[in-house]
């Protein structure tokens, strides 16, 4: 694909030098982990039988995937909004170098940023990940970070207004995240907020990876199925739509 790495480049370019986009990914998740994470510990304690701040650890690095996909959904949407697609394909470069590199990189990004976050919080809380769960926690990190990026990118190109999307991409950030299991086991949520929960990629993920890094004995094949189908649905139709948004019209 013609102009592929030159596009790739161009995306690592534009976050490294936007502190607002580097801050807006990192900032909601460092607070999270810093503080609410070391509050809480004392204040819960344990959930069945695992150390609180051990338990919120694998949904932190979920939760970090999540904002930092939304910050790179904000930048797809602001060159749709801005049409800066008529500048960027007079280049000598292919349509689908711009698609595949906008949706390597975001990816690439989210699952760089899953991966730190465990690491900062092995460190902060004295966990120790078994090295034969890294391989899977890796994998799990992946399709997190792949359908997520889906549903966002989804989003901004879907919606014609800035507000709107603003909106939009905030409040379904926030809604993913404290509908998810990511602070709570699903079984403690009331009824209908279980339901939320059971259709939500946050949930399945975080619930997998919980259950390879603490070595649970749930089986997980249902959340394993629903993750897989989140990526491979959501990945194919925001490639489409990304191919069908960028199309010159001449």
Not at 163 to 185: D, G
């Amino acid at each position: 694909m013609l102009g592929f790495l030159p596009f790739l480049k161009r995306e690592w370019t534009l976050f490294y030098r936007s502190k607002m986009d580097i801050w807006f990914s990192f900032l909601p998740s460092l607070v999270t982990l810093f503080f609410f994470t070391l509050n809480m510990a004392g204040v819960v304690g344990e959930i069945n039988g695992i150390p609180y701040e051990h338990f919120l650890l694998p949904g932190l690095a979920i939760m970090a995937i999540t904002y930092n996909v939304s910050s790179g959904a904000s930048r797809t949407f602001n060159e749709r909004f801005s049409r800066m697609y008529q500048e960027l394909f007079s280049l000598p470069a292919t349509r689908n170098a711009y698609v595949y590199a906008k949706m390597v990189f975001i990816t690439l990004m989210a699952l760089s940023q899953g991966i730190l976050f465990i690491l900062l919080g092995s460190l902060l809380f004295g966990f120790r990940l078994q090295w034969n769960s890294v391989g899977l926690s890796l994998l799990v990190l992946l399709l997190c970070a792949i359908s997520i990026t889906s549903i966002f990118l989804c989003i901004s190109l879907s919606i014609q207004r800035m507000s709107l999307f603003l909106v939009v991409s905030n409040v379904l950030a926030l809604a993913l995240i404290w509908t998810s299991s990511i602070f709570y086991p699903i079984e403690s949520m009331p009824g209908f907020l279980q339901w939320l929960s059971y259709v939500n990629p946050l949930s399945h993920g975080t619930n997998i990876l919980r259950n390879v890094m603490l070595e649970t004995e749930d089986d997980l094949l249902t959340s394993w199925s629903i993750l897989a189908g989140f990526s491979i649905v959501f990945g194919v139709v925001a490639t489409q739509l990304l191919i069908k948004r960028t199309k010159i019209i001449m």
